[in-house]
C-alpha cells in the first residue's frame, strides 16, 4: 500500500493542522477564517434563468424590462440562458416577479446567483531564482531534466514524460485568475503558437463580483497569482529556470479563462459563462481551482459543470480546503453529477528557499557557520549581528514567550530572541520580547521546514525570521553549554538563496488534513481522487518573485488536469469519454493509511473513502491498464435508502482470456458525529473519530460464482461482464452518529493487473438528521447605516431580546417619488436612523429547501390620517398589505422577501429584512414571528414532519414615515406616540 513515504514530513502548512488545534499560530487563525469565507453567498435580486428549448425568449425579456435588466447573456450550445438583475428601487418585488417569471414558457429553470470567493492557499514563501546559489542549481537542473519533481514521482507523471508523452495536442482549458503568460517558463507570449494558446479574460481588473464584469479581449493577466501557480504545476516548461520547476503536461496547449479581478470574489453566472466559453473553444479538459461549499448537485454552476463532462469533456475542480469541517462538506461545482473532485495529499518534500546568513559560536571552535532563515516582516535584517538570548533552553516548550517575561529580565536590545512557535501568536511572542527593550525576533519551527511569520502589526520589531527545529535546536544546546552564538543575518532581498528540498517525513503521501471530506447530501461519492497539493513549488507572477510554494487542493486539481492531458494523448480512443477516464484513474489509484496531520495517529486501516476517494493517481498505471470498470466509485447510499445490489462491468481488452479474482479491502469508518445526541458533525482531525470497522462485501458474477472475498470471474480477451456487489454494513456502529463506512472491491486478475474500485455508505438515516440549529437560529438587528457599509465590518449578529422594536426604513411606493431634492436628503438622512431585522440561521447540515414565514401576532391599527400634508407626497404606506394563509400548519402572512432559498450548504448564513414579502407587499405594523421551515436531506417537501421548525422571539416592527420624516416636530411627537400606544 504505497507506504514508502512514510518518512516523515511537516506539514509546512501548519497553518492548517493548527487550524484544529495543533499549534497556534496566525496563519492558522487565517486558516480558520478562509474556511469561515468558504460558503458562497447569495446575491440578493440576482437570478440565473436557464431558458427552455424552443421558446420565445424575447416575452422573457419583454416580462422582466419593468423591473430587471440584463446581466450576462448566457448564450451557449450546452446552456442558453441569462443572468438578470432587478432594480434597487423594485428588489422588493423581486422575489414576486422571480414567482411570475418562473412560470414562463420560456423559462426551464432559475437559480439565485452565488457569490464564490478568491481561491484561499497557505503561501509559504515566494521568491525568484536570480540570486539561488550554484548547489541548488545543479540539483534542480538534474531533476528537471529527468522529471524527477517529486509530485511527478508520486503520481507517475515521471514515468510517462520518460516515454515523452507531455499532453501533445491536448487543449486544456484553466478557469482562474489569469495567467502571467509572460513568465518565462510559462512560454513569454500569449496566443497561437505559445504556450497559453487560448482564453479570454471575462472580467477585467476591476471586477470585484459586486459590480459589472468587463470582458475584453486583452490576454488574461493575472494579478492575483493563483491561477499562474495553477498554471505552471499544469504545464510550467522547464529548462529557463533554475528551481527546476516543471508542470505535469508542458506539451498540451493551455487555455486561461480569467474569472477574477484582482481582488474580491466571482458570481456564478461569470463561472457558468466561462466554462461554456472554455468547452466552445474545443477544450479537451477543463480544470478550475475555484469553489465553495455546498453539497448540492443541483445547484446552477454544479448542473453546468456537469452537462459539459456529460457532453464528453472532463472538469476537474478542487475539492476544497474545509477539511477541518469534518464529513458531508463537499465543494461546488466539484460536486457536480460526473464532476472530478479533486482531494489533496501532502508532498513528500517541503520545498524551502531560505536566505542564506552565518553563525559563530564563540566560546567552541569559533568557525563561521552558514545557515538558512525564511524573512518575516519586517525584515530589516541588513547588516545585524547579534548574539542570541532564549528564555527557556527547552526545545519542547509548548508555550516559549507565550507570557510577559519577569522585570528581572535583563535588557534585550542587543540581542536576537530565540523563541520556539507554538500555542500562541507570533505577534505576542514579538510583543513580550520586545517589552524588554529586544528589536529582533528569530522563530525556530515546531514541525519541519519553515513559515513566513509577518508581525508587522507590533511597531518595534525590526526584524522577523523563522528557522528549521534542527536549527533551533543546535542553537539551544550552545546557548545550554552557556556559549555565545553571535549570528550575522543578512538582507533577504539581496543575499544568496538556498532551495533545500526537507524531506516531509510526517504527511509526505498522505491526505492533507485541510482536505474537504465527502460525501455529498445526497450520499454521492466525493472526492473522485487525489494529487499532491501541499507544499507545491510552482510558477507566480514575476511582480511577485516568480516562484512560489502554496499549499490547497488549488494545486492537487491542475495536476489532476495535466494527468488527464498525459491520459488523454496516451489513450486518444478516450479522448471524449469522461466516465472512463475518471473510471480508469480511480481504478489505478494508491489509496493510503489514514493519517490525522499531527500525530500520526493511526487506526492501521486505509483513511475514508469520503476522505481521499480512490486514493493517489497512478497515471501510468492508467494509461496501460488492459482492464477497465465500468464506474469510478459505487455508494450504498444511507439505512433509509441502502441498495442492496450494485453492478458494474470489467472489460478486458487484453489478447488473453483473464480470470479476475475480487476482494475487499476495507478503509476506517468515520462517525459524523462526536455523540449521538450532537447535531454539528464532528471536526477534523480534533474530534472526529476513525474506528476499525469494516463492511462485508458479497460477490455474484456472471460465471454463477458468488460469495465472499475469493470469488473469481473468467473474461474472454475483448470481452465484458457484469459483477453484482452487495454490502453489509458494518455491525456494531451507533448509527445515531452517522458512521461513514468504505473501503475498495480489489480485482486482481492472471495477467497480473491489479485494479481497486472505492465504495462507500453511511449506517444511520440522513433524512432524520437535524439540519436547523435551533439554539443558533434567531433575529439580530442591522442599522441601516451599518448595512451599506463595506463587507470588510459585517454587522453586529448579536441576538435580540424578545419583543425588541424594529425601525424600519421608509419606502417610497411608486408614484409618490416626486420629492424636491431637499426632501430626498431628508429621507436619506432619517433612514440612516432605521434598522433592518436580519434573520441569523445556523445550518449544521445542507438543506434543499428553506422557507421563512411572517407569523402575525398582533397589528397595530391602522394610522391616524396624517392631515399635515406639507408635501404632495403625504402618505406613505398606501401599499398593499399580504393576506393570511396557510402554510404547513401555520397562519401565515406567507414568505418573507429574499426567502425561500435553495440548496443551502452546512454553513451560518443570514438575510436581512426590511419588511417586505415575497409577493411583493409590505407587513403592517405590528408583532410577529419568523417561522422558518428547513428542509431535511432526503425530505419531502409537502410533508411538514419533515422539516426542522424555528420560531423567532417575538419583534416589533415599525416603518419610518414621510410625513414625520419631512416635519422633525411630528416625527419625534408620533414616534414617541407609537412607542408608549397600545399597539404592541
Ligand atoms: C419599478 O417598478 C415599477 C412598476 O413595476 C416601474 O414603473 C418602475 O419604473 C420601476 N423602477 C425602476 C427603478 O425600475
Ligand atoms: C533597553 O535599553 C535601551 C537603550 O539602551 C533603552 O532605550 C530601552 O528603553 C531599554 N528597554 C528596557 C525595557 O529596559
Not at 514530513?9 to 469561515?36: D, K, N
Not at 470585484?208 to 497569482?225: L, Q
Not at 411572517?854 to 398589505?881: D, E, F, G
Not at 393576506?883 to 443551502?904: A, E, W
Request: one cysteine or more.
Amino acid at each position: 500500500m504505497h507506504l514508502s513515504t512514510i518518512l516523515a514530513v511537516p506539514l509546512l502548512a501548519g497553518a492548517v493542522s493548527a487550524a484544529v488545534g495543533g499549534p497556534g499560530s496566525q496563519v492558522e487563525q487565517q486558516t480558520r477564517a478562509a474556511a469561515a469565507a468558504a460558503a458562497p453567498v447569495i446575491v440578493p435580486g440576482n437570478y440565473i434563468v436557464e431558458f427552455a428549448d424552443g421558446h420565445d425568449t424575447d416575452e422573457f425579456y419583454r416580462t422582466i424590462a419593468a423591473n430587471a435588466s440584463r446581466k450576462m447573456d448566457l448564450n451557449f450550445k450546452l446552456f442558453r440562458g441569462a443572468s438578470i438583475q432587478f432594480h434597487a428601487a423594485n428588489e422588493t418585488s423581486a422575489s414576486d416577479a422571480t414567482e411570475q417569471l418562473a412560470a414562463l414558457p420560456a423559462v426551464k429553470r432559475m437559480w439565485p446567483v452565488r457569490q464564490y470567493h478568491i481561491p484561499e492557499h497557505t503561501r509559504h514563501w515566494a521568491g525568484d531564482d536570480t540570486s539561488l546559489e550554484k548547489e541548488g542549481n545543479s540539483e534542480t537542473a538534474r531533476r528537471a531534466a529527468e522529471d524527477t519533481f517529486s509530485t511527478h514521482v508520486m503520481t507517475q507523471v515521471d514515468q510517462l514524460r520518460a516515454k515523452g508523452i507531455t499532453g501533445k495536442g491536448v487543449r486544456v482549458a484553466v478557469v482562474d485568475t489569469g495567467v502571467d503568460f509572460l513568465h518565462p517558463a510559462l512560454g513569454g507570449c500569449f496566443g497561437p503558437g505559445c504556450l497559453v494558446s487560448f482564453g479570454y479574460d471575462l472580467v477585467g481588473d476591476a471586477y470585484t463580483g459586486s459590480n459589472k464584469p468587463v470582458a475584453s479581449n486583452n490576454p488574461p493577466m493575472d494579478c492575483n497569482g493563483h491561477g499562474t501557480h495553477v498554471s505552471g504545476i499544469l504545464a510550467a516548461q522547464a529548462g529557463s529556470n533554475t528551481f527546476g520547476v516543471t508542470g505535469a503536461a508542458p506539451g498540451v496547449e493551455l487555455g486561461m479563462f480569467r474569472v477574477f479581478g484582482c481582488a474580491g470574489n466571482v458570481n456564478d453566472d461569470v463561472l457558468i459563462a466561462a466554462f461554456n466559453r472554455a468547452y466552445e473553444a474545443g477544450a479537451d479538459v477543463i480544470t478550475s481551482s475555484v469553489g465553495g461549499s455546498s453539497g448540492w448537485p443541483d445547484e446552477a454552476w454544479a448542473v453546468a459543470t456537469a452537462r459539459i463532462v456529460a457532453n464528453g469533456v472532463p472538469c476537474t475542480l478542487s475539492a476544497g480546503n474545509e477539511g477541518s469541517n469534518g464529513q458531508f462538506y463537499a465543494s461546488a461545482a466539484a460536486d457536480g453529477e460526473g464532476v472530478v473532485s479533486v482531494a489533496s495529499v501532502d508532498n513528500t518534500l517541503a520545498p524551502t528557499l531560505f536566505t542564506k546568513a552565518s553563525y559563530v559560536v564563540q566560546d567552541a571552535a569559533k568557525v563561521n557557520t552558514s545557515f538558512g532563515f525564511t524573512a518575516g516582516s519586517p525584515a530589516n535584517w541588513s547588516g545585524v549581528s547579534l548574539p542570541l538570548w532564549a528564555a527557556t533552553f527547552d526545545t519542547n516548550s509548548q508555550t516559549d514567550l507565550c507570557d510577559p517575561l519577569p522585570a528581572s529580565t535583563k535588557n534585550l536590545t542587543g540581542n536576537i530572541v530565540l523563541v520556539r512557535r507554538g500555542t500562541c501568536l507570533f505577534t505576542i511572542k514579538a510583543q513580550n520580547a520586545l517589552a524588554r527593550g529586544a528589536q529582533y525576533v528569530i522563530v525556530y519551527n515546531n514541525a519541519p521546514g519553515t513559515l513566513q511569520v509577518d508581525v508587522s502589526a507590533v511597531p518595534g520589531i525590526k526584524g522577523m525570521a523563522m528557522v528549521t527545529p534542527e536549527q533551533g535546536a543546535a542553537w539551544i544546546a550552545a546557548l545550554a553549554r552557556n556559549e555565545t552564538v553571535l549570528v550575522s543575518m543578512t538582507d533577504p532581498t539581496t543575499a544568496p538563496k538556498v532551495l533545500s528540498n526537507l524531506n516531509n517525513t510526517l504527511t509526505g503521501g498522505f491526505v492533507s488534513s485541510y482536505s474537504s471530506w465527502g460525501p455529498t447530501f445526497d450520499v454521492d461519492v466525493k472526492p473522485q481522487f487525489s494529487a499532491p497539493g501541499g507544499q507545491i513549488l510552482s510558477t507566480y507572477p514575476r511582480a511577485q518573485g516568480s516562484y512560489a510554494v502554496l499549499s490547497g487542493t488549488s494545486m492537487a486539481c491542475p495536476l489532476v488536469a495535466g494527468v488527464y492531458a498525459l491520459l488523454i494523448e496516451a489513450r486518444p480512443d478516450l479522448r471524449s469519454n469522461p466516465a472512463a477516464l475518471a473510471a480508469l484513474l480511480s481504478s489505478t489509484a494508491q489509496p493510503n493509511l489514514y493519517n490525522d496531520g499531527t500525530s500520526r495517529k493511526s487506526v492501521g486501516r486505509l483513511a475514508p473513502v469520503s476522505q481521499q476517494g480512490g486514493g493517489l493517481v497512478q497515471v501510468y498505471d492508467a494509461a496501460y491498464a488492459t482492464t477497465l470498470l465500468s464506474e469510478s466509485s459505487l455508494s450504498f447510499n444511507d439505512s433509509d435508502h441502502h441498495v442492496a445490489v450494485r453492478n458494474f462491468t470489467i472489460t478486458n481488452h487484453g489478447r488473453t482470456s483473464v480470470v479476475y479474482t475480487l476482494s475487499h479491502v476495507g478503509a476506517a469508518t468515520a462517525y459524523t458525529f462526536l455523540a449521538g445526541s450532537d447535531i454539528t458533525p464532528a471536526q477534523f482531525p480534533l474530534t472526529l473519530e476513525v474506528v476499525d470497522a469494516i463492511a462485508s462485501l458479497n460477490y455474484t458474477t456472471s460465471d454463477n460464482n458468488s460469495g465472499s472475498d475469493g470469488t473469481t470471474i473468467t473474461i474472454p480477451a475483448g470481452q465484458r461482464r457484469v459483477v453484482q456487489v452487495s454490502a453489509e454494513p458494518p455491525a456494531g456502529l451507533d448509527a445515531t452518529r452517522l458512521p461513514v463506512y468504505s473501503g475498495y472491491v480489489a480485482i486482481n486478475g492472471s495477467d497480473g493487473s491489479s485494479l481497486s474500485l472505492p465504495y462507500l455508505g453511511v449506517v444511520g438515516s440522513l433524512r432524520s438528521l437535524t439540519v436547523l440549529d435551533p439554539v443558533q437560529t434567531y433575529l439580530s438587528k442591522v442599522s441601516l447605516s451599518r448595512a451599506n457599509a463595506s463587507v470588510t465590518t459585517p454587522p453586529s449578529t448579536a441576538r435580540v431580546a424578545p419583543n425588541t422594536l424594529f425601525v424600519l426604513p421608509l419606502r417610497l411606493p411608486p408614484g409618490q417619488q416626486n420629492l424636491t431634492e431637499t426632501q430626498q436628503v431628508a429621507v436619506v438622512t432619517a433612514n440612516r436612523t432605521t434598522s433592518l431585522v436580519q434573520a441569523n440561521l445556523n445550518l449544521v447540515m445542507g438543506s434543499a429547501f428553506i422557507r421563512a414565514d411572517l407569523v402575525p401576532i398582533k397589528l397595530c391599527p391602522a394610522p391616524p390620517t396624517t392631515t399635515s400634508s406639507s408635501s404632495s407626497a403625504a402618505t406613505s404606506t398606501a401599499a398593499a398589505t399580504p393576506s393570511i394563509q396557510d402554510i404547513l400548519g401555520y397562519k401565515t402572512f406567507g414568505s418573507i422577501q429574499n426567502f425561500p432559498v435553495y440548496y443551502m450548504s452546512r454553513d451560518t448564513f443570514n438575510a436581512t429584512w426590511d419588511g417586505g414579502m415575497a409577493d411583493g407587499t409590505y407587513a403592517p405594523p405590528g408583532l410577529y414571528k419568523i417561522v422558518f421551515h428547513a428542509l431535511h436531506i432526503f425530505g419531502d417537501p409537502a410533508q411538514p414532519s419533515d422539516y426542522d421548525i424555528v420560531e423567532t422571539d417575538p419583534f416589533r416592527i415599525r416603518y419610518l414615515d414621510l410625513p414625520s420624516v419631512l416635519s422633525p416636530s411630528t416625527s419625534k411627537k408620533m414616534l414617541r406616540r407609537q412607542r408608549i400606544s397600545e399597539c404592541p
